[in-house]
């Protein structure tokens, strides 16, 4: 989500509000938002509705100043934890540019756009969800290839859909639906060739991996955010930029200040008991997510209606009870790590 350049942020963001950026820069010239060692946290953001099943724009708002008072630094708009799938193409977008204006460009956002049967249907999306002024679109890795397709017809296919789409810098996602493509390293590598990746949402559950990655996009502008709760520190510490983890979604104060201290000598002991403790919680809060997140969040204070429209089935009274439990000990958390709230 960052790249080189003079612009000020304020101008580059004017630029994207504008859907003038394709014209006007090449991604090779994308400015920079943040210090090379910067950590980031970025939520991947769940979609509040109302009783009736609509987006529920006013709830989305308070949402956004709870997750940039928390210290979010970017955000991921329309992924899987938005319930991507189950919005229409016109709520996608709606989505985004809500999230984008109500930003303000105070951080970056990103937000899946590769949907669509055929290259040409997935170019054109991208190119109107890059019009929302995100910096950057994410690409489904599965949606480039079939389950059974090679790495070669992978790429084939993503130069067939980098040629529709000019200059938009792009991100990718391993998404686990429809199934989960990870990125191996020869199509790792041609990405980066590219010149418009940009960022990159790991789910490959794994450190070594991860550096691989990390190794090949060294001296790129590439920003390598982990999607996995239990290498958080691992990750980070391996040069990753940041965390875009669903736990986010419940204490994302947490995320935010193990980014900012997951290096600091001084703070190495609070490290690692932060980061056994969001492991051994992450079983629980992932049992009935998103629900689980929307009950949580109502809990903190956030006027969020317990309603998803992938999973109708509500949470049980034993789910409730631990999530209570998690809720009562965010104290000691903060307490520990001198997290005003």
């Not at 004017?14 to 090779?28: H, K, R, Y």
């Not at 965010?330 to 307490?335: A, R």
């Amino acid at each position: 989500m960052e790249g080189k350049g003079k612009h000020s942020r304020r101008d580059f963001l004017e630029l994207l509000s504008a859907g003038a950026l394709s014209a006007i820069l090449l991604p090779d010239q994308l400015p920079s938002f943040a210090a090379a060692d910067e950590k980031k946290f970025v939520p991947v953001m769940i979609t509040p509705f109302t009783t009736s099943s609509k987006i529920d724009f006013d709830t989305l708002s308070r949402l956004i100043d709870f997750y940039l008072a928390a210290g979010a630094k970017g955000f991921f708009a329309n992924c899987l934890s938005s319930e991507m799938y189950a919005l229409e193409p016109d709520e996608r977008i709606a989505l985004t540019k809500h999230v984008v204006k109500h930003v303000d460009g105070k951080v970056p956002v990103v937000a899946s756009g590769s949907f669509g049967t055929t290259m040409q249907e997935r170019a054109d999306f991208t190119k109107k969800m890059y019009e929302t002024g995100v910096n950057a679109v994410i690409l489904i890795t599965s949606h480039f290839a079939d389950k059974t397709e090679s790495d070669d017809q992978l790429i084939s296919n993503f130069e067939k859909f980098f040629s529709l789409t000019g200059n938009i810098p792009v991100g990718t996602y391993e998404c686990p639906s429809p199934y989960k493509r990870v990125l191996t390293p020869p199509v790792f590598k041609y990405l980066l060739s590219t010149n418009r990746l940009i960022y990159h949402k790991d789910t490959t559950l794994n450190v070594e991996k991860i550096k691989e990655k990390l190794a090949l996009a060294k001296n790129t502008k590439l920003e390598l955010y982990d999607a996995h709760t239990p290498n958080a520190m691992f990750s980070l510490q391996a040069g990753a930029k940041g965390m875009s983890a669903i736990a986010g979604n419940f204490y994302p104060e947490i995320y935010a200040w193990l980014c900012e201290n997951v290096n600091k000598p001084g703070r190495q002991e609070d490290v690692k008991w932060i980061q056994s403790e969001i492991t051994r919680l992450d079983p629980v809060i992932s049992d009935g997510y998103s629900l689980s997140a929307k009950y949580f969040l109502h809990k903190r204070g956030i006027p969020i209606e317990p309603i998803c429209r992938t999973d109708k089935k509500p949470l049980t009274e034993i789910q409730k009870q631990k999530l209570d439990e998690i809720y009562a000990g965010l104290k000691k958390w903060h307490e520990r790590l001198e997290i005003k709230m």
